[in-house]
């Protein structure tokens, strides 16, 4: 079979019941090549399955795109191949929307899969799947990925953080369980390359700010920060806590903190131009980091 189209008229379990509950809303062009022999004793198959640019979605993961490739298997009757098939995925998105994968795996029985590699690009470095077995059609699947090389500016975009600005490259890995309704981030940890890199908060909060708070605004307009290390754990669709850790020192100008309180004994003094080390933690809830960056600033608010 040349040209198989799947879409509202025709699903791959409607060919094969053994496909039923495995993938769901499949749509685009497939093709089949299927050998089958039989003898006195037994019948058996194998066959090779190309896939065309294939959407689909699984119980747990709602959106795969543009799948391609050949798919090499052993046995047609229960779905099952060789280790070592190969494929490409335009997108994934379960939770976290990655592009251009590049993903090898084995079918096995019980409408199971072994992952041996998976790698997507994501915020201009890679995301990688640890390698795995998931059951397709579980309620919910659970597996570990890692990232490298990832830009820091890319990954503020991604997160859509608004006033905030950085450079820099992370790495690190967490935890993803998702189930039909969500996704959770487990323990993960990120952290930046030991070049560092820097931090620059935009908006407007702290303008009118006096005395030592100026120090905390001014240090966020142009930071340069040595090592930042960011934990994440949480739902992707609601709350996901967050905490950032990062430190190094100020490259904006001198800081004018103006006439301060008398000290005892010595009296007035004005203060210019302070160099510092800034050190800061912050712990609040993900969705709520990035609809204002002035929780970065402003602890008192969380």
């Known amino acids: 079979a040349d040209n198989i189209v799947f879409g509202g008229g025709l699903q791959p379990y409607e060919i094969t019941e053994q496909a ?22 037994a019948i058996t198959s194998n066959g090779v399955v190309g896939l065309g640019g294939v959407s689909l979605a699984t119980s747990t993961i709602p959106v795969v795109e543009d799948v391609r490739g050949d798919i090499h298997f052993d046995n047609l009757f ?14 994934l998105n379960p939770g ?67 006033d905030l600005a950085a450079t820099g490259t992370v790495e690190g890995n967490f935890p993803l369980l ?15 390359s030991p070049e560092g890199g820097t931090i620059a908060y935009t908006g407007n909060a702290g303008g009118d700010a006096t005395g030592p708070a100026r ?8 930071f340069r920060y ?21 430190s190094g020192h100020n490259q904006g100008s001198a800081v004018d903190l103006g006439d301060i309180a008398p000290i005892p004994g010595v009296g007035a003094v004005t203060v210019r131009g302070v160099p510092f080390d800034f050190n800061v933690r912050i712990s609040a809830p993900f969705r709520s980091l990035a609809q204002t960056a002035s929780t970065i600033i402003d602890p008192s608010v969380i």
């Open 178 to 192: 998702l189930t039909r309704r969500s996704a959770f981030i487990q323990h993960g940890v990120l952290r930046t």
């Open 20 to 41: 039923r509950g495995m993938v769901e809303n499949v749509r685009g062009p497939a093709s089949l090549n299927a050998n089958i022999l039989w003898t006195l004793d």
């Open 226 to 246: 040595d090592a930042l290390t960011l934990t994440l754990d949480g739902d992707l669709n609601g709350e996901v806590v967050s905490s950032i850790e990062f």
């Open 96 to 162: 976290i929307s990655v592009q251009n994968g590049r993903v090898q795996f084995q079918l096995l029985t019980e409408e199971r899969v072994s992952i041996e590699r998976a790698e997507f690009d994501f915020a201009s470095g890679i995301l990688a799947m640890a390698p795995t077995i998931i059951t397709l059609g579980s309620e919910e699947t659970q597996f570990i990925l890692t990232l490298r090389d990832v830009d820091a500016a890319e990954l503020i975009n991604t997160f859509e953080i608004p």
């Open 215 to 222: 120090i905390a605004f001014d240090a966020l307009r142009n």
């Open 78 to 91: 229960e779905l099952t191949t060789p280790p070592g098939q190969q494929i490409t995925v335009g997108l």
